[in-house]
Each structure stands twice: as C-alpha cells, then as structure tokens.
C-alpha cells in the first residue's frame, strides 16, 4: 500500500480553509445534484465515487423500473448544467427502469464541463476527520480542514483535504441483518451461498439462480414486492418454481398499498402482490420472525424461527434478503456526528421520518437545519440521511443538497427556506404494532431512490 499525504493548501494564519473545495461523496442523484448545486453559486467542489462510472449503485439494480416518473428524477440545478450540452429531458410521465436513470441523466450530467473534471471514480472513501484532530479535540475545530481518506482500487492511498463534506454515499452496499434480531445469520459463510441481495435481476441475468427453485422472500418493504411479481412470472415460465413470502407483522398491508396513492406504479405494485398472494401463486408467512438461516444436508438452507409461540421452519434453495439497508457510518468515527438512536439518522429529522410514527409519503420540507451535526460543514444527505427509515424521494434529496448548498455558500436565509411538495402513498396508518413499518413510501422499490 502507498500513502500519498495531501498537499498543504494555500492558506494564511488567519483562515487554514482558505481555497478547499467541498468534498461530495457519492456520484450517485444526490451526490450529482449536490455537485450541481454547488458550482451554480460558484464554490468549487470535488466528487469521490467508488465505483467506476456515475451512478454505479443505480446500476446494480437497473433491471428495476421505479415508481417515480421523470418529472421527479432530475434536479433543477443539474438540469441547468445540462441545457447547454443538448440534452433533452425525457418525458415527464414515463417511469424508466434504474438503467435508463443512469444513461439518459446520471451519465450525461456527470460528463457535463464542469462537472467532469471535478468527479473522481475508483475512489473509496474509507474514513473522514480533521487535519491533526481527533473527535476529542474542540478548539480551533470549525476552522481546521476535513481530512478524507481515499483508496483507490490499485493499493494506493491518498489524503485530501476539504473545507466542508457533503456524504451522499447511500445505503445500497449495507443491508440490514436477514434475522428479526438485526443480525446476520451466525452460520454465516454456510449459509451465504444461498442469500441473495434485494433485487435480484430475476428475469435476467440472475434467472438460472432462480428457475425452477423454491424462493423464500424476507422483507415487507416494495423491493420484496418487485421480486415478488417477478419470481411469479418465473413460475409461471419455469415450473418447479415456487415462491414464499415471510414478514414478521401480521399484515402486509403497507406493501398492499392504496389506490389512492399519487404514485401510480407504486399503488399497481401492491394490488399486483395481493393478487398473486390470494391466487396462491406466492405463500404468504406471516408473523414469522427468523431468529437464525442454517444449510441443510441436501444442498438447501432452512430458516429456523417462530411464529407467535409456534417453532416454525421454512426451507428453500435461495432467500432473497429484502429487510431494507441501513447507513455505514464506519468512516465517519472520528467526527461529531449525532445519529438518532432508533432510525440512525440526523438527530432533528429523526422525528420527521421515523417508520414507527410516519407512514405517509408527506414528509416535512426540511434542510440543513435538520441537517446539521455537531461537526461545522459536515452533511449526511440523500438515501444515508434517511438512516433505516425507508421513505425516501429523490425529490427530498434535491431539497436537501439545494439547502446545503445555499449554506455553504453563505447565504443562510435561503438555506432556510425551505420548500418540498411530495406524491401521497395513500397509506397513513401509524399502527406500528400492527402494520409493517418497512413499505418503501416513495423510494423505488427500497431502493436508495425513486
């Protein structure tokens, strides 16, 4: 491994901030959209992304069509970067698939002028802090640059510098524990082999995985409802195929939906699930809560658990894990960030978002004042603000990045006002001991957006 330390900036005595750029982390909407924000009010801006081209995490589940259609995809800001190029937003009413999101906006705004030369890919940001402070220490620690901790894929490290950090890195690469408990299954490496991540391309590249098995599906969230209809066409188109469906509430009614919702896709979905479910082309296990996943002798896996105070086993050849993502924060441990304990996102909008007491998609407009943390200059935005809570739009991310960005150019009012109109889900119960609290109101398919 090689280490390159970053480079003394060209600061005075005065102000060691002095000619940094804002550090986005993330190419992904959000992260593009920040970027965007940002160069509009003239403050330079530096983009780290893991993966190889914009928008990689979309990618990985750009099989699946989101609920949204166009007229809620495209920032306002980077629609603007856009106009001069040429290009022409699609149509307002169509709901693409994650791959057209990438191909016709993401990959375009990231090879705009100004935004191409400032995006970085390959680079993994691996830990965030102060140049010289750990989070211990308190004077001076407003004016001192972030240090950002960057691999490259190749062996070789480098330490940039920064005056504020915007972290729109998403949740798409951590998922929450397959178990009722949180955890992943203590059988881990025997039972890998047969766990899959949310939104296998069922009816594509991962169909032989998938064609004439036995499927168990964890999760009461949309993107269970996406692999849901899929693995029933499969059967229909495969047999042996058979589909289960395990939630650990006694209804699904929130992935069900409403015809009411604003959202027309995301209503189809849940009618759809229902359908399938009361066909007896999907086998619904309610109120099972998994405690551990073992593999079985003859090549399969069993999921051991209870339902009410019944021991119950479901076994099958794969189990797709659909129980929603949660937010790495591993990088973040030498800074002052203040998560809420439940939800593990920012402390003040915690309330706003938490499943346990909001289930509708009308979320308060909210912005760097919920966003702030104890830590000067330093931002969780988009899907990772969000913490557990799977409600999120990306229209709530655009809002948030604008707001940041209006901050951090010192223009403090604007940042405060704040202003945010989402699509109703039609879904408002807050019966959290009755109802599934996972529904992905307003992402795509529990996806990190829509």
């Known amino acids: ?11 005075t005595a005065h102000d060691r901030l002095t ?16 970027a965007a924000q940002l160069l509009e009010r003239g403050v330079d801006t530096i983009v780290l992304e893991a993966g190889a081209s914009a928008g990689a995490a979309v990618a990985a589940w750009g099989h699946t069509r989101l609920f949204s259609p166009w007229e809620y995809l495209i920032d ?33 705004l990231a090879a705009t002028p100004e935004l191409a030369p400032r995006i970085r890919y390959g680079s993994t940001v691996t830990a965030v802090s102060r140049q010289g402070m750990d989070r211990t220490r308190s004077t001076g620690r407003a004016g001192t640059p972030f240090l950002i901790r960057v691999e490259n894929g190749d062996g070789h490290v480098e330490q940039l510098l920064a005056r504020a950090v915007v972290d729109a890195s998403g949740t798409y690469s951590t998922a929450n524990g397959l178990l009722a408990s949180g955890l992943q299954p203590a059988g881990r490496d025997t039972a890998r082999a047969h766990v899959t991540h949310a939104l296998p391309d069922v009816l594509g590249a991962d169909r032989e995985r998938f064609a004439g098995r036995a499927a168990l599906v964890v999760g009461a969230g949309h993107s269970a409802a996406n692999t849901l209809i899929k693995l ?14 395990a939630i650990r509430n006694a209804s699904p009614v929130r992935v069900y939906g409403s015809e009411n919702d604003d959202l027309e896709e995301r209503g189809r979905l849940g009618s759809v699930v229902h359908d399938l479910v009361r066909a007896g082309k999907v086998t619904l296990v309610d109120r099972f809560e998994i405690d551990d996943v073992e593999a079985t002798d003859d090549g399969r ?5 209870r339902r ?14 659909a129980t929603g993502f949660r937010p790495n924060t591993d990088m973040l441990r030498e800074l002052r960030v203040q ?3 439940v939800v593990e996102a920012p402390v003040r909008l915690a309330p706003l978002i938490d499943p346990n007491l909001h289930s509708c998609g009308t979320v308060y407009p909210h912005g760097v004042a919920e966003l702030a943390h104890p830590e000067a200059n330093f931002y969780i935005a988009g899907m990772k603000s969000y913490g557990r809570a799977p409600t999120f739009l990306l229209l709530t991310g655009y809002e948030q990045v604008r707001s940041i960005a209006d901050e951090l150019a010192g223009n403090s009012e604007a940042a405060r006002r704040v202003q945010l109109v989402l699509p109703e889900t039609g879904v408002c119960s807050t019966d959290s001991g009755r109802h599934s609290q996972n529904a992905a109101s307003g992402s795509a398919s529990a996806v990190p957006c829509s």
């Open 1 to 11: 491994m090689t280490l390159t330390e970053a480079p003394a900036p060209a600061l």
């Open 19 to 34: 000619g940094l750029p804002v550090a986005v982390i993330g190419a992904g909407p959000v992260g593009l959209a920040a």
């Open 76 to 108: 306002e800001a980077a629609a603007r970067l856009l106009a001069p190029t040429g290009w022409q937003p699609p149509s307002s009413r169509h709901l693409p698939f994650g791959r057209e999101l990438v191909e016709e906006y993401l990959k375009p």
């Open 232 to 245: 029933a066409q499969l059967a229909g188109q495969a047999p042996g195929t058979t589909v289960t469906w």
């Open 301 to 305: 896996v069993r999921a051991l658990g």
């Open 308 to 321: 009410g105070r019944e021991v119950e086993a479901v076994e099958a050849d794969i189990i797709v894990n």
């Open 339 to 341: 998560l809420d304990e």
